[in-house]
């Protein structure tokens, strides 16, 4: 039986090539001429999903070469690492909420699925780019599924995450919570507002990629709409964070002094958070407007990984909180109680699963 694994790796691996050779049909170059680039008509062994307006460049120097490849590597790296990261956190969240409503559920593991789609699709760019036109020059500068994996599914992960109306089923959370904490009407419409557009952004922005693949385009229409992408977004993340820091400073001057800890550590997780949002879109954006290169791909393939952490860090913070509270308990609130009959307790903690407590006590004074 294991002499059989090396077959079944090797059949996995045939299996996941002839998959992705049947979505992304290619054509049949002549092998005797792929490596010459003054011979080849870039489009000619294209996949049938790519169209290219901007003829990619025949030759290319060592230095461009570098600075085109090596961030590719090094995003997908992070990429991968992130969705390892991700996979953790959903596995903590599955094993200590099971009893969430389904809708917050639904938003986990669908936000779950989408990255791993963008992984998928980032992995066979990189195939194309490293393995199957490996020394194609022209091949090198083309975005093959970038349209698919960067601009639009970073872009509807964010604005998931970012805002939705309340009672929506598949779109929550930041824009939720402000709606919860404040019950702004004008906050939460501003919020839903730079998210759609953000979205809108990226979805043109997906378009003008899919009509002309090329790294070297950069046509002002294409400009314009990773500017209301990449811009948009971290407008709405610096809007997120203000807001959420200032709606639960207010919270805290009227809570108690336990709460005042637990509000205290979720206003630095909100900063803290949307201050990695903003930086990446911000560096995706300067990057992709100032260098002809694919310095701008480390941070744009990782951001919708960075968005989804940042939900299920808010998500399992939960732990924390309470075993917060379970040490505080033990600590400071020493308890005497008298017999009396059982008494269950429920804490209403919103569309999360509810905290039921069930005290076989019905009385109790404290020692102190």
Known sequence: MKGAAPYRTAFLLSVMDRFLRLIFSTGTPNPKKAFLHSELDP??????????????????????????????LIGLLFNWGLLGVLTTQIYIYHVNFPRDKRRLKA????IYLL???????????????????????????????GFFNVPLLSSVIGAIVQASPPGVELTIFYGWRIWIFSRSKVMFVIVFILAVVQLGGGIATAYYMFIDA????????????????????????????VSMTYYLLRCRAQALEHTTNAVTRLVRLTIETGT???????????????EKNGLHQVSGVTLSKLYSNTLMVLFNNRLVELRTRDTISGENAALAFRPGRSKTETMDTGDFQTITVKVDKESFNSID
């Open 43 to 72: 489009s000619a062994h294209l996949p049938a999903m790519v169209h290219v307006l901007t003829p990619p460049p025949t030759e290319a120097s060592r230095h461009e070469i570098v600075w085109l490849a090596g961030p590719r």
């Open 107 to 110: 938003l986990v593991y669908g």
């Open 115 to 145: 990255d791993w789609a963008q992984t998928c699709s980032a992995t066979y760019d990189a195939f194309r780019w490293f393995v199957y036109d490996w020394g194609d020059i022209p091949a090198l500068f083309l975005r093959y599924s």
């Open 214 to 241: 090329s790294e070297t385009s950069r046509a002002a229409h294409t400009i314009h709409s990773v500017g209301v992408r990449l811009g948009g977004s971290a407008l709405v993340d610096i809007v997120i964070s």
């Open 276 to 290: 990695i949002t903003v930086f990446a879109a911000t560096l995706d954006l300067v990057f992709y407007l100032t």
